[in-house]
């Protein structure tokens, strides 16, 4: 078996998409497809099943999946280990997160690691959608409070995402809210219409009351809805990790503090054969050591 073609296997069994492979390896997408055929008759197997615009591997196709991941991760780790032997060489890693806690949290806690690890290089990506860059080694490892369903991923624990309802005062004050009945009449900030983003509130209160939460304004960014709150646009529902100046200097407040709303965990999640690369284990290590008070979350 040639090792470009397996290459090339490993790339578009992952991204499932010649044109994305071809560009992930900066050939052309003819190239991909020659590289494949001439792989599929060394092999005298089909790996590929096409359908379409629908790709998917046969079951020999996933063995060598499989077996592929292991030859090109002990690559990449023999690699690693030759840097560390070069001048001025740095290992790269690429992390993933959520937009609000990559852009509040991990920015602003992960300078320690860097100063510890001076051979360690990073790189953020931050999405809500982060399964896809996970699956296709665009990262090396995530931060999410989503669970990602992937053969051979290591799930580790970091903490309880606590959420908060958030008004300003002057609004509370207009609008005389008291109960969850007020909820009726003002407006409800949420990153979608249906209200999936208030779940953790909607089941803290009685089911008899979930009626009253109707008037929707969508605000696809956290740091929308916090602006809105302040703002005195309507009642937004946030991780409170993302207000907590603003809830200590009072320029917002909880309408609801007896109501305490279900947590999302956050978790890292990489796969296991990235665990075992020294600077991938350092940094998870980092990670699992930052007490969720340092940033205000439980």
């Not at 908060?164 to 207009?174: L, R």
């Amino acid at each position: 078996m040639d090792l470009y073609h397996l290459k090339t296997f490993f790339i578009l069994a992952k991204i499932k998409n010649f044109t994305r492979a071809a560009e992930a390896l900066f050939v052309t997408q003819s190239a991909v497809s020659h590289a494949i055929k001439k792989l599929e008759t060394s092999l005298d197997t089909p790996l590929i099943r096409r359908r379409g615009k629908t790709l998917s591997l046969t079951h020999a196709g996933q063995a060598l999946f499989r077996s592929c991941e292991k030859i090109f991760y002990e690559i990449e780790r023999a690699d690693q280990e030759i840097t560390r032997f070069k001048k001025e060489a740095k290992l790269g890693i690429r992390i993933g997160s959520t937009v609000e806690f990559g852009t509040s949290i991990l920015i602003n806690h992960i300078h320690t690691f860097l100063e510890n690890h001076p051979d360690i290089h990073l790189d953020f990506y931050f999405s809500h959608y982060l399964g896809k860059p996970l699956a296709q080694d665009e990262v090396d490892l995530v931060v999410d409070c989503r669970d990602h369903d992937l053969p051979n991923l290591e799930k580790i624990y970091l903490f309880q995402e606590q959420y908060v309802t958030i008004a300003s005062p002057q609004f509370v004050k207009e609008h005389e809210i008291r109960s969850l009945d007020d909820l009726e009449k003002i407006n409800l900030l949420s990153d979608d219409k249906n209200l999936d983003w208030w779940k953790n509130f909607v089941t803290a209160i009685p089911r008899e009351k979930r009626t009253c939460l109707k008037n929707v304004i969508q605000i696809n960014h956290i740091r929308g809805i916090i602006n809105g709150a302040i703002s005195g646009l309507g009642i937004g529902f946030v991780p409170k990790y993302t207000v907590i100046r603003e809830l200590e200097e009072k320029i917002l407040i909880d309408p609801f503090p007896g109501i305490k709303p279900g947590a999302d965990h956050f978790n890292i999640f990489i796969k296991r054969e990235k665990l075992e690369f020294k600077k991938h284990k350092a940094l998870v290590e980092y990670l699992t050591r930052i007490k969720p008070s340092q940033f205000g979350v439980g």
